[in-house]
């Protein structure tokens, strides 16, 4: 059998900001590496403070705290594999995204990121400062290897230079966020210096963020994205021995058991469920409450929030009104039940009641519209808030991205919460989750298998039921049609002509280009959620509250 260099990717989910926590989980990993005879530890970008770190890496003592770190566990690990992990580092006036190597005790070489992102979620060019050597290259065990660190790879600079310094191997930590398409966009970036024929390794971090979700599929391959060897899996922690033959000078690539998933429906519930699950986790959340209402909104949530988190975590509370119909009762309990979750029922009347009792005066020879639907939304808001507060659980907001992008949630009404797992989710998008999650039973899902979101509640029309008889499609477009439109406007920022051109009608669309517009400031107090999609609101769409354009 030939010699071989061996190498323990370590797909692992840091916690930002918990330097002596990420530090632990590293000493085990090496230890691990050490018990499985890996010669090197790979651990993925930023590892040590957590990525991203947002404006965290600006305060001096969190450096200070994450350099005293690598310098404590390079002096600890003499004896143990060799290692690269990822840490801020300053020098010389400079702050940079770097990535140690650490062997013999002792720091051996350093390697700063050269491509610094600065678009979408990312703004590192306000941060750090770009590295200035196109190439570091380490030796293990006889193998060159160059260093790379996420951005660099998706431009062929930093590994045509690796390539040319003699790199026989490129390693690549990253903490590189999922969204739909990824894997595509992954290869088209990657496969432009596939020409180089240098194997390479991916080894991505895991795990929610606030609005981030992390997929780590950490890969092996000697050629192009295609023949790509998945080594830990997709949305799940964990390690992996790789093994370079020092004989071929290449990877030796797993028969079986390669395979990363394809973008699906199946991943998107999966990222909604490890992004939900880590914020409630991370935070120390002993469980989320959740308004029950009947509608599919609200179902999808309760489902996500059990399977990411457990049925004993998940608190059910319908809040109805006057309005509230028995089959919204009946669906709601359904759903609370199929799933296992807590189910309570709490009813507002009495407090709207009692503002309008309160309001009399003030409301006297005035009509009856939005003003009075917003009281009741803000009721159990408030009724919420107070459970949360006397309990500890996080209340889960369950509005979807076709109501935020057009207005249709009430301020510190059903937008009142901590999180939202729905926020990147359009509505069309919600209707097929839940046929899906019906039909499947997601991988580390806690809930039960089989149909946990009632059939009634995927199939009637939409309604907030706030006035009588009241329908979402009384003052909206359907919901295909709606989505299209928005999609146009916010995904893809299209001129209303080419959206027209779809068959739209030309007032229909300036409507709800007004309404996405006029929202702005709602979506500004909107909780954090996680993205899915191309732009979400928040971290990758950033319009200005105060606005008068219009697409004319």
Known sequence: MADTLKILVAQLNPIVGDIDGNLEMARATLKEGADRGADLVVFPEMFLLGYPPED?????????????????IAEESAGLPDFVIGSPWADDGGLYNSALFCTGGKIGARYDKQELPNYGVFDEQRLFTKGRSPA????VKGVKIGLAICEDVWFERVPNAARAAGAELLVIPNGSPWRRSIHQQRAEAFDRWSRLG???????????????????ASYATNTTHAERCGLVGQFVTGTEIVEFDLEARKLILKDKGCRLDHDGWHMEY?????ALGDYVNKNR??????????GIDSALTAAIAVDA?????VWCVMLPSKYTSSDSLEDAKACAEALGARYDIINIRPGVNALDEMLAEQFAETQPNTTEENIQSRLRAVTLMALSNKFGHMVVTTGNKSEMAVGYATLY????????ALKDFYKTEVFELCKWRNLNHPSGALGPKGEVIPERIITKPPSAELREDQKDEDSLPPYDKLDDILRGLVDEEEDIRDIMARGHDEATVKRIEHLLYLAEYKRRQAPPGVKVG?????RDRRYPITNRFRDD
Do not use: H, T
């Open 56 to 72: 965290l890496v600006l305060k001096p003592s969190a450096v200070e705290d994450c350099m005293k770190a690598v310098k404590q």
């Open 136 to 139: 570091v290259i380490i030796e």
């Open 198 to 216: 240098m194997p390479y390794l991916f080894v991505n971090q895991v795990g929610g963020q606030d609005e981030l979700v992390f997929d780590g």
């Open 270 to 274: 999966r990222a909604a469920m490890l």
């Open 285 to 294: 959340f002993p469980g989320v409450v959740l308004g029950m209402s009947g």
């Open 309 to 313: 988190l457990g049925a004993d975590r």
């Open 413 to 420: 009404g059903d937008m009142c919460g901590g999180y939202n």
């Open 534 to 538: 191309g732009k979400n609101f928040g």
